[in-house]
């Protein structure tokens, strides 16, 4: 078994996510907050008190909006992560391919384009990997 790169990892990990169809939402609830302060400041400075209510109910209306999520394609989602997010993906997966019997990433590619279950193993980690550290809701279009 030869060393994997993370990157050679991420674009098997695009190909699984692709293949079962996955898609995420990304919660933005920092920048929500932020837009919900920003607005309810400015409707202060122009309006006063009033200004600060209808400012961040305005901002509340727009945060609840952005926090909804878009659910974009997971492989995307995982090209953009950055290299430490990434890495913690990696490791994560390496759990599953560690074991497996192959020597380059195209025999790992293989290997896992071949066989359901560990197609269903690796998918299953992205998933819960996306829950747990970008407080993702990840839907299925098999």
């Known amino acids: ?3 994997v790169r993370v990157d050679q ?3 098997l990990l695009c190909h699984v996510a692709q293949e079962k169809g ?3 939402a990304v919660k933005h609830s ?3 907050a932020l837009l919900v302060g920003l607005t ?3 409707g202060g400075l122009l ?3 009033r200004g600060i209510a209808v400012g961040g109910a305005l901002g509340g209306l727009l945060g609840a909006w952005m926090t909804s999520g878009q659910f974009k394609p ?5 090209m953009e992560l950055p290299p430490a997010k990434q890495q913690k993906l ?3 997966v390496s759990a599953i391919i560690r074991n497996l019997d192959w020597i380059d990433i195209f025999q790992l590619t293989a290997l896992v384009i071949g066989n359901s279950d560990l197609k269903f193993l690796l998918a299953s980690a992205v998933e819960r990997f996306f829950i747990r550290e970008l407080s993702a809701q990840i839907k299925y279009e098999e």
């Open 47 to 49: 309006g006063g008190p």
């Open 1 to 3: 078994m030869m060393p």
């Open 9 to 11: 990892v991420m674009q």
């Open 40 to 42: 309810a400041f400015a």
């Open 22 to 24: 996955m898609t995420a």
């Open 74 to 78: 997971v492989p995307q989602i995982i």
């Open 90 to 92: 990696y490791n994560e």
């Open 30 to 32: 920092g920048q929500g």
